[in-house]
């Protein structure tokens, strides 16, 4: 467990990290959603506030519990995840680490959906969710100085994590490659490429925890 350092090199900044899943009801008792365990989000929030940042904690429903330390808004869609975030700001950096639901489904149910008997299945009306990351990394005024977005990916990792960090706009992407032989996903290692301004560098396989120390200590020069 670590404690906010007094004299950290984060202190008086204030960071909002996204993690964890969202969850988009079919009907009160259904959803669809993404697979995220929310510990790679979750161990770099614990691991700037060990830099003595004061972070705002916006997650869905994760699988492991939030760290403290640090203020947690629990929120279940996308659309909550943004009002959240927004209402969270301003902030020096922000950090979206959510594997948010691309899409919501658009005739949600206010009653359980029952089988009708004929062997048909319903249909699903998809909609497209807001893009949490772009909308603040687009923002004129109030823009948090460094906005950070993560990439998983499943193949031509570098190429489409630079389309991205270029495409929403944003200073950094953290991408990775979670496809099922890597045992990234609901692991608890990562390996990462680092998208900035000035290129890509890909770190080694290190565990999630060491990967938050890492990213933050990089978010504390950026900031410095
Ligand atoms: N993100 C977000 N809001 C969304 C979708 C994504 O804030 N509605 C953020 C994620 O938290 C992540 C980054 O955007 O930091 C990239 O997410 P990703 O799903 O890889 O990007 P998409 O633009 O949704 O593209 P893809 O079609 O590859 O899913
Ligand atoms: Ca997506």
Redesign the pocket.
Known sequence: IETALADGPLRGRRIVV?SGPTHEPIDPVRYIANRSSGAQGTALARALAGLGAEVVFVTGPATVPPPAGVEVIRVET?QQ??AAVQAALPADAAV???????WRVANAADRKVKKDGSGRAPALDLAE???????VAGMGQGRPRLVV?????THDVEA?ARA?RA??GCDW?VANDVSPGTGIMGGTENEVTLITEDGAETWPRLTKDEVAQRLAQRIAEALA
Do not use: C, S, W, Y
Request: charged content about 20%; proline content about 4%.
């Open positions: 996204t996308a995840m943004l979206f680490a959510a594997a948010v639901a691309d969710n807001p893009d949490i990351l772009a909308n977005g993560f990439a998983a990916e489409h991205k495409r929403k992407i």
